[in-house]
């Protein structure tokens, strides 16, 4: 009877649940903790304001600009002159222009006719355009383009450090399971020598069964206490692991409470369609392929700009003046006020003969267009060949599961025949342990294949550029 009743004990004990104080905490529940809270989350978000404010800056070339100067000269109480301007300029983006209106006072005994304006000054009206070089394009406007452009960049990067910081959590997430599982068998396996070291000392102690087998049966126990121990350990550290990961929206830390237990694996099998369909999303979505299209976008504009330094530098300024602060003052022959007889015209011509420094430039340009396009190449190749290898450790990883539950059932059959035997006193209390023993080494097995799976999957996601099947 004490035979049978250690074979009973044995069912009860490993079929033991985790009991009513503890909380499950899900993955779902850490992956949304990770993503809203999580400080290096948070920091990423700067590397798109950062490319925001570089925005700004490119768009602050197009800015209106006021602008004066005063220059005034009396020696020995004598005034030699007094000259002023002041104006606004205006930045036109079509055309590479700027529109300028200003005032300009220029007298005194000592300036030229072809400057003086007379006490009332002259108010004026005026553009200068390139009709050459920076008609099309300038560093002005390649330059806000370009920014735009760092925006997206900026924003693959951002989508990268995510990716890797829930890969990171992921994987610890699912060592904290591990070490978990590996704690309840433990647990388990530990309580069940418990009992049958106790009930094995009380048989000695009645003659039914031999001294030695209490000897057996304290090493059995002695053993799994160690394991016990060292998968307490273990547990803890996977614990403080995660931890790393949990903060609040105080962006205050916090820690995982000795009560939340992980989710069961989730074992989530995935089909060969799906591999086309991480494929598609890698090429179409990954950061790190984005990062190399839009360098290209903003080689493309450096190419532009390169091809327009081979024009000739043409500026014309043109501006109609007025009398005093009046500008409607002056009267017109055409009737038009930008066609007056009072006006400034000016054309300034720059062309070097040779053009060495501006073509140098621009095959430099064309050179970094075909690197950046081989590096896409080979960095595409080596994205497509990380989903396949993922890919298949996690078909792999699939089947050893399989294998490894069917092997673990076998291994219950073999303890339970064995446990039987023992009832009847056919069998030996060495060959029960050496079977119990298999048993939670095969069922630590099995768990720890299930966490790599899990690992393996979130690998696959990380290698296609996501970091959540949701995104489908």
């Given at each position: 009877?004490?035979?049978?009743?250690?074979f009973?004990l044995?069912?009860?004990?490993?079929?033991?649940?985790?009991?009513?104080?503890?909380l499950?905490?899900?993955?779902q529940d850490?992956y949304?903790q990770?993503i809203?809270?999580?400080?290096?989350?948070?920091?990423?978000?700067?590397?798109?304001?950062?490319?925001?404010?570089?925005l700004?800056?490119a768009?602050?070339?197009?800015?209106?600009?006021?602008?004066?100067?005063?220059?005034?000269?009396?020696?020995?109480?004598?005034e030699?002159?007094?000259?002023?301007?002041?104006?606004?300029?205006?930045?036109?983006?079509?055309?590479g222009?700027?529109?300028?209106?200003?005032?300009?006072?220029?007298?005194?005994?000592?300036?030229?006719d072809?400057?003086?304006?007379?006490?009332?000054?002259?108010?004026?009206?005026?553009?200068?355009?390139?009709i050459g070089?920076?008609l099309?394009i300038?560093?002005?406007?390649a330059?806000?383009?370009?920014?735009r452009?760092?925006?997206d960049?900026?924003?693959t990067?951002r989508?990268?450090?995510?990716?890797?910081?829930?890969?990171?959590a992921?994987?610890?997430y699912?060592?904290?399971?591990?070490?978990?599982?590996?704690?309840?068998?433990?647990?388990?396996?530990?309580?069940?020598a418990?009992i049958?070291?106790?009930?094995?000392?009380?048989?000695?102690?009645?003659g039914?069964?031999?001294?030695?087998?209490?000897?057996e049966?304290?090493v059995?126990?002695?053993?799994?206490?160690?394991?016990?121990?060292?998968?307490?350990?273990?547990?803890?550290?996977?614990?403080?692991?995660?931890?790393?990961?949990?903060?609040?929206?105080?962006?205050?830390?916090?820690e995982?409470?000795?009560?939340?237990?992980?989710?069961?694996?989730?074992?989530?099998?995935?089909v060969?369609?799906?591999?086309?369909?991480?494929?598609?999303?890698?090429?179409?979505?990954h950061?790190e392929?984005?990062k190399?299209?839009?360098k290209?976008?903003?080689?493309?504009?450096?190419?532009?700009?390169?091809?327009?330094?081979?024009?000739?530098?043409i500026?014309?300024?043109?501006?109609?003046?007025?009398?005093g602060?009046?500008?409607?003052?002056s009267?017109?022959?055409?009737?038009l006020p930008y066609l007056?007889d009072n006006?400034?015209?000016?054309?300034?011509?720059?062309?070097?003969?040779?053009?060495r420094?501006?073509?140098?430039?621009l095959?430099?340009?064309?050179?970094?267009?075909?690197?950046?396009?081989?590096?896409?190449?080979?960095?595409?190749?080596?994205i497509?060949?990380e989903?396949n290898?993922?890919?298949?450790?996690v078909?792999?990883?699939?089947?050893?599961?399989?294998?490894?539950?069917?092997?673990?059932?076998?291994?219950q059959?073999?303890l339970q025949?064995?446990?039987?035997?023992f009832?009847?006193?056919?069998s030996s209390?060495?060959?029960?342990?050496?079977?119990?023993s298999?048993?939670?080494?095969?069922?630590?097995?099995?768990?720890?294949?299930?966490m790599?799976?899990?690992?393996?999957?979130a690998?696959?996601?990380f290698?296609?550029?996501l970091?959540?099947?949701?995104n489908?």
């Amino acid at each position: 009877m004490q035979k049978i009743f250690l074979f009973i004990l044995f069912f009860c004990v490993h079929t033991w649940s985790i009991g009513q104080d503890t909380l499950l905490f899900s993955y779902q529940d850490f992956y949304e903790q990770v993503i809203n809270y999580h400080p290096i989350v948070k920091q990423s978000i700067l590397i798109t304001e950062s490319a925001q404010q570089d925005l700004l800056i490119a768009r602050g070339g197009f800015d209106p600009k006021l602008e004066g100067s005063f220059d005034r000269k009396v020696y020995k109480s004598r005034e030699y002159f007094n000259r002023g301007d002041v104006y606004l300029k205006v930045p036109i983006w079509l055309a590479g222009a700027d529109l300028k209106i200003g005032y300009d006072r220029n007298v005194g005994v000592t300036l030229s006719d072809d400057i003086r304006t007379g006490p009332e000054g002259i108010s004026y009206i005026g553009f200068n355009v390139p009709i050459g070089q920076g008609l099309l394009i300038d560093y002005r406007r390649a330059t806000l383009r370009q920014a735009r452009i760092f925006q997206d960049i900026a924003d693959t990067e951002r989508v990268k450090l995510i990716n890797k910081i829930i890969l990171t959590a992921t994987k610890d997430y699912w060592n904290w399971y591990f070490t978990y599982q590996q704690y309840i068998l433990a647990r388990e396996f530990y309580e069940l020598a418990q009992i049958r070291y106790n009930g094995i000392t009380q048989r000695a102690r009645l003659g039914e069964s031999a001294a030695i087998d209490t000897v057996e049966a304290l090493v059995t126990l002695q053993d799994r206490q160690v394991q016990l121990d060292q998968a307490n350990l273990e547990l803890q550290n996977a614990r403080l692991v995660v931890s790393n990961h949990l903060w609040g929206s105080d962006m205050i830390s916090r820690e995982l409470p000795d009560f939340a237990v992980p989710q069961p694996a989730v074992g989530r099998v995935i089909v060969e369609s799906e591999l086309d369909y991480l494929l598609q999303m890698a090429r179409q979505r990954h950061p790190e392929l984005q990062k190399y299209q839009f360098k290209y976008q903003q080689l493309q504009i450096d190419e532009r700009l390169g091809r327009e330094m081979l024009k000739p530098t043409i500026n014309i300024s043109a501006s109609t003046l007025y009398k005093g602060l009046n500008l409607n003052g002056s009267e017109t022959k055409t009737g038009l006020p930008y066609l007056n007889d009072n006006y400034k015209f000016m054309v300034d011509l720059y062309f070097p003969l040779f053009l060495r420094k501006e073509r140098g430039k621009l095959q430099q340009i064309r050179i970094k267009q075909l690197q950046n396009t081989l590096e896409q190449q080979q960095v595409q190749r080596e994205i497509t060949t990380e989903i396949n290898a993922a890919f298949n450790d996690v078909k792999i990883l699939e089947a050893q599961i399989r294998t490894q539950t069917r092997t673990v059932e076998n291994q219950q059959t073999l303890l339970q025949a064995e446990l039987r035997k023992f009832a009847l006193g056919e069998s030996s209390l060495f060959l029960v342990n050496s079977r119990e023993s298999k048993l939670n080494e095969l069922e630590v097995k099995l768990e720890a294949l299930r966490m790599k799976y899990e690992k393996a999957m979130a690998t696959l996601l990380f290698a296609a550029g996501l970091s959540t099947w949701d995104n489908r």
